[in-house]
């Protein structure tokens, strides 16, 4: 049976503000039918908790429900450069198998992380959703590897823009940011300059 992952922030005050974005997820991915309560979940961890600094709130769970709960505190992983790779596989579910692209990670090079390919567009680093600048507008993938809750969150809040971003015209954004749960926006904003494009 599949096992998926859920990374959930929790906030310095001990709250989750994308957690109705994460209960859909699950529900998307498992079916409404197979309850699995965030809510009560993060009460729970939230009471045993010292706020005061961010944590990560890791859930692994099946059609079977909830199999493990872990939290523990989160720094964001330092990304200064990426290094572009083309893929060809699919992951449409959060899940735990991710040997493709821990294959496609270890092509990075020198690069701190790697900006994946497929079919020409742009879609993803190996954690994270992206988003490139261009003109005073921030534009994301429209077809991701993975949608993930906080790209949604922006794009309902009109702080991100869907578009097809084909690999040719990367130069011509100045900036791409790099964001997932635990990654706020702005957070992570590296200059066309440090993305190499590779053969």
């Known amino acids: 049976m599949s096992l998926y992952i859920e990374s959930i922030s929790i906030e310095s005050d001990g709250t989750c503000p994308l957690l109705s974005y994460h209960q859909a997820r699950i529900d998307r991915t498992i079916g409404e039918s197979h309850s699995v309560n965030l809510s009560s979940i993060v009460e729970l961890q939230v009471n045993k908790l010292i706020v005061g600094h961010q944590q990560k709130l890791r859930i692994l769970y099946n059609k079977s429900g909830v199999q493990e709960v872990k939290t523990q505190p989160y720094v964001i992983r330092l990304i200064r450069n990426l290094t572009t790779v083309n893929i060809t596989f699919d992951y449409d579910h959060k899940s735990t198998d991710r040997d493709a692209i821990n294959a ?96």
């Open 104 to 199: 496609a990670f270890a092509l990075r090079r020198q690069s701190d992380d790697i900006l994946m390919v497929r079919d020409g567009l742009v879609t993803d680093t190996s954690y994270g959703n992206v988003a490139c600048y261009q003109d005073g507008v921030w534009y994301t993938p429209e077809s991701p590897l993975l949608g993930g809750c906080r790209r949604q969150s922006l794009i309902d809040k009109g702080l991100l823009t869907p578009k097809k971003i084909r690999i040719e015209a990367l130069n011509s954004y100045p900036y791409l940011m790099v964001f997932n749960g635990l990654i706020p926006y702005g957070r992570v904003i590296i200059p066309k300059s440090r993305i190499v494009l590779a053969d």
